[in-house]
């Protein structure tokens, strides 16, 4: 049993940079065509000539004969010069803006903590078509961390929408139903990536039987009844969802610590893992829009020509391990045995 796909993109991809980026980014240049690259290095990707200078390491880095073309995002702070923006989005060195509240995640210390101050930015990406990328989570202490989601979409991601009218607004990773059915509810100029794990697992698989720290990422995982939404908005065939793997990848001594860091590394497995969940749902005449048509829609680019087959294969485990400098890389493993494939020639 195969399937064909357009070539698929990753509308949501973390490479780091030096001996992790060469680590991982062979994995996502070889199932992918092109992906949204996260600017949360340290320091972060802030300006055009950070975007610039970050790409061109990433082309350095990518295997003899790789098509892969990396697109370049802003890490957005409140210091954030809105004629910057402009001007790389008219280079053609950027495709989105990433707003990270402060603290949020894995370096986002620099992130926003008021979005007012970023209104300029915001409408200037309004006016030229720019995309907003963002992190959709309050960071409130007094705010339990399964509800930071739904607590962001109304103070925070709704009325910013009301304000900055044609903002093209990217809810990555969502998590809940709470943000299913915001998405849902709205028109045109918002769309959500959703990740592998969020559609395998719950946050059971987390912490029952003992804690996995290479399942933890933030958003964290959810109740199964967020799941069960993601999986339906997923396979539905609805234009608004498409796939942003939030591959996000960590050496182990940093996972496997008492203050672990989040990042589930996905890329390895993220294809298989998805044509997995599609025929589990009995929607595998879905995984086309999800993987390979609806991103480049939302984002005004084509879909790729070339195209990839998946087959059905006996059960296999994930690939545990890759070796990055004098450590490795713990990839994502659903804790069963996966019955697909990418073809290989």
Same mark, same amino acid.
């Given at each position: ?18 001996? %992790? ?96 101050? %970023? ?131 960590? %050496? ?60 059905? %294969? ?32």
């Amino acid at each position: 049993m195969q399937i064909t796909v357009p070539r698929p993109d990753d509308w949501h991809l973390h490479l780091r940079d030096g001996e %992790v980026l060469a680590a991982v980014l062979p994995d996502s240049a070889r199932d992918f065509a092109r992906a949204i690259v996260m600017p949360n290095l340290v320091p972060p990707v802030v300006t055009g000539a950070d975007a610039m200078a970050y790409r061109d390491r990433i082309l350095a880095a990518l295997p003899e004969g790789a098509d892969f073309t990396p697109l370049m995002t802003l890490y957005l702070t409140e210091t954030t010069d809105p004629a910057d923006v402009r001007a790389a989005a008219e280079a053609g060195l950027i495709s989105a803006g990433k707003l990270y509240p402060a603290g949020a995640t894995t370096n986002s210390a620099s992130g926003v903590r008021d979005v007012e101050a %970023v209104l300029p930015v915001l409408e200037t990406m309004a006016e030229i078509g720019l995309p907003l990328c963002v992190h959709g989570e309050v960071t409130d202490a007094d705010i339990d961390i399964f509800d930071r989601e739904a607590v962001f979409i109304d103070r925070v991601l709704d009325p910013t929408r009301a304000r900055v009218p044609g903002l093209c607004v990217v809810m990555e990773h969502v998590t809940t139903r709470d943000g299913v059915d915001y998405v849902k509810s709205v028109g045109e100029g918002l769309a959500a990536t959703l990740t592998v794990q969020h559609l395998m697992l719950n946050r059971n698989h987390m912490l029952v039987g003992g804690i996995r720290p290479h399942y933890y990422c933030l958003p964290i995982l959810k109740r199964e009844e967020h799941r069960r939404a993601l999986r339906a908005a997923a396979t539905s065939g609805d234009g608004r969802f498409f796939l942003g793997t939030d591959s996000a990848p960590h %050496v182990d001594p940093t996972k496997e610590t008492a203050c672990g860091c989040a990042g589930v590394y996905s890329a390895p497995v993220a294809l298989a893992c998805l044509a997995q969940v599609f025929e589990e749902e009995g929607a595998l005449e879905h995984l086309a829009a999800f993987v390979g048509r609806s991103g480049p829609a939302f984002y005004g680019l084509p879909v790729n020509d070339a195209q990839t087959v998946l087959e059905k %294969v006996a059960p296999y485990r994930a690939e545990q391990k890759r070796a990055a400098g004098e450590t490795t890389i713990t990839g994502f493993d659903p804790g069963a045995p996966l019955t697909w494939r990418v073809a290989r020639d």
